[in-house]
């Protein structure tokens, strides 16, 4: 590390500090956002090994679970990853009672039900969730939200129960304040905060306003989500809402080093990247078969290639690999590229 970047990482240390969540220690609050499609137990493990304190899986449904009788067909979502502690489960629902009946299967369970916290998703905008009266539907169902909370924390007989949530429904309906305060009464452990309206998606800016404002009317932790790319990001969340830590999502798809750069403020060598994305696909090959697998790392490899020179035609090389060995030899061969480049 240089001079000027050992002064930039002493400089964040501050931001960067252990968490507790109810009566689970994070080593830091940087967290990987949920992210569905991405944040699989391989994936999960990966960003632990980058130095995350703490990553959650993607959506999952309350009423799935329940009616899942040997798990086959939520395995993919709850398999944990090599070292993956801590680490939150996500689920989403409408039925407080469901939720809680979720739990318990969930917790009973001798692999899934380790996991550390459990998540409630109220932000999802997908219409097939939202129609149900669940995720970002939730938003403007604050009876129900708080119901779902408490029989949450009741079911999870002490495993801290989390919440994500938006900004509101849209910029008329900006409720996530309230929202948060009715949570933390109902038993929330923390709140984490997507500034963003349900109808804006992932489009525009995240409201960092809007989170220091919900940050100043609850005492349980903070997190912040929305549009952190690198440790700037993270100075100026800081500055304006005083978070207690930080999710980062889409910044880090195809790139879980991100989590060391931003403590480091260093640069990832090519081959720590190569072997990152090697290991991530031997792990969703052991966990989906080889033919899903190639389909689901393309997002991530698309992702990783990103900003580069001849992205597109590494892309179109990525894509087009039948097999295994084959797509690992060409990402091996992408960052001896990057290396050239360097
Ligand atoms: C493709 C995609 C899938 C997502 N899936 C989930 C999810 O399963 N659960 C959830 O709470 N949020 C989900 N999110 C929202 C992210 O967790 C995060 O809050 C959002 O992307 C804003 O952070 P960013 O600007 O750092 O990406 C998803 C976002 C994207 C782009």
Redesign the pocket.
Known sequence: MSDEQKNKATSLRPLIRPLSIGRVQLANNLIM???????TGPFRGLCHRFGAGLT????ISAAGIVYDRDFSKNRRYLVRGEAESPAAV?L?GADPKQMAEAIRRLLSHPEYGTYELI?I????PVPKVVKTGA?AALMERPDVAEALVRHAVDAAEGVPVTV?I?SGVDERKITAPELAVRLQEAGAAAV?L?A?TTKQR?AGK?DYELMAKVKSEIDIPLIG?????DSSDLERMHAIAKVDGF???????GRPWLFTELQTNARTPAGIKARALSDLLAGLTDLLGEKTALAEIR?QLAAAVKGYPHASLWRGRFFTASEVGELKQLIDEFFVDETALD
């Open positions: 956002a949920p992210i569905a499609g991405t944040t959650v899986s993607e959506l996500q989403f998540d998703n109220m932000g999802c995720g994500k938006r984490a997507h963003r992932y995240a989500s929305g549009d952190i790319t999710m980062v999502g889409r910044a880090a798809i997002t």
